[in-house]
């Protein structure tokens, strides 16, 4: 599968588009950990342990990234991989970084990037 950008608004806010995510609460420690758990993939190692165990909120976490399409696993989730998505995302969250107060005009958080997907 191929991802073609459609738009892309400024800032890290895309990753709201394809998550069930929003501003309340703590979202730079829920991107935080969306980083930690894409950086696990793509380092081959287990994703649960690097979401912080294997409690029913972790493999959420690793659920909404695969329903994303941000990881695939085959037979077990705690060992999943990135997808090309996954690997856009987490160079994207790599490169601006995930503080949603350091710069607003990276940070619209109505904003989304539409995707296409081509296979």
Request: proline fraction near 4%; glycine fraction near 10%.
């Amino acid at each position: 599968m191929t991802l073609v950008k459609k738009s892309e608004p400024n800032g890290n806010c895309f990753i709201f588009g394809h998550l069930p995510l929003c501003g309340c609460g703590t979202p730079d420690e829920v991107l935080a950990l969306i980083v930690k758990i894409l950086q696990a993939a793509r380092d081959g190692t287990n994703v649960l342990q690097a979401a912080g165990g294997y409690e029913p909120l972790h493999y959420l976490a690793v659920y909404a990234l695969d329903k994303a399409r941000m990881l695939e696993h085959g037979g077990s989730c705690g060992w999943s991989w990135l997808t090309n998505k996954g690997a856009v995302t987490l160079a994207y969250l790599e490169k601006y970084g995930i503080d949603s107060d350091n710069d607003t005009t990276k940070w619209p958080w109505d904003a989304k990037v539409e995707w296409e997907e081509h296979e």
